[in-house]
């Protein structure tokens, strides 16, 4: 069966530091990879989508990137972290099959000091 | 462009009544919705989805789904609540664009008390 894996659960981290996250899944190749953002409240947010190796597609223009240097390994990451960066972000695998549902991790919390 | 509206910011119910989560949809041409639900620090699990076929959709937890195309709905419904399905609850549409992304609605927080 497949499996989605997100580390760390809970990172805290001053402004202007580095980030990394990293995402991996298993039990299946070539997924549609997806990272999200889920602010205080409740919505979700669509940051970035993958749809193979190195080829990342950006939702809305931000602080972060992403990469995906293997077939099931998504990297979410910025080089000078805001305020505004903080959230719960979550990671998220799909077949390239419209009927069938994306599968989530269990997503990293983010604050910044 | 396609979009979800969960028209609801919360739902309150009794343990043991039933319990409806409201979601309403717009699309261009057939849609392929679907529910999720988030427990407090978690991802999103998936419960259930409509493709095609039956109007009725059953899915985990004894929850079901009723799509109904006239009203543009696609409604979550358990018969007899419990105290444990309180949680936040998405309605989602795929987008038939590249990437088979999906579109969520804002999400509906759920309170079941005993």
């Known amino acids: 069966s497949q499996t989605i894996h997100q580390w760390p659960a809970t990172l805290v981290q001053p402004v202007g530091s580095p980030l990394s996250l990293e995402c991996t899944v298993e039990g299946t190749s070539n997924p549609n990879l997806y990272w999200y953002r889920q602010a205080a409240g409740r919505g979700l947010q669509l940051l970035f989508y993958s749809v193979g190796i190195g080829q990342i597609s950006s939702e809305v223009p931000q602080n972060l990137s992403a990469s995906r240097p293997q077939d099931r390994q998504f990297i979410l990451s910025s080089k000078k972290l805001l305020l505004s960066d903080s959230g719960f972000y979550l990671c998220?695998?799909?077949?390239?099959?419209?009927?069938?549902?994306?599968?989530f991790g269990d997503g990293t919390r983010l604050s910044i000091l | 462009a396609q979009s979800v509206a969960q028209p609801e910011d919360q739902v309150n119910v009794a343990e043991g009544n039933p319990l409806t989560v409201k979601c309403t949809y717009s699309?261009?041409?057939?849609?392929?919705l679907f529910w999720y639900v988030q427990y407090p620090n978690r991802g999103l699990q998936f419960l259930l989805k409509?493709?095609?076929?039956?109007?009725l959709v059953k899915g985990s937890y004894g929850f079901e789904a009723e799509f109904n195309k006239s009203q543009t709905s696609f409604h979550l419904k358990k018969p007899s609540a419990l105290v444990s399905d309180s949680a936040l609850y998405f309605c989602a549409v795929r987008d038939f664009g590249q990437g088979g992304k999906l579109i969520f609605g804002q999400g509906t927080e759920l309170s079941v008390k005993p």
């Open positions: 409509y493709i095609t076929g039956d109007n």
């Open positions: 998220a695998w799909g077949p390239d099959r419209v009927n069938q549902p994306q599968h």
């Open positions: 699309v261009s041409g057939n849609p392929y």
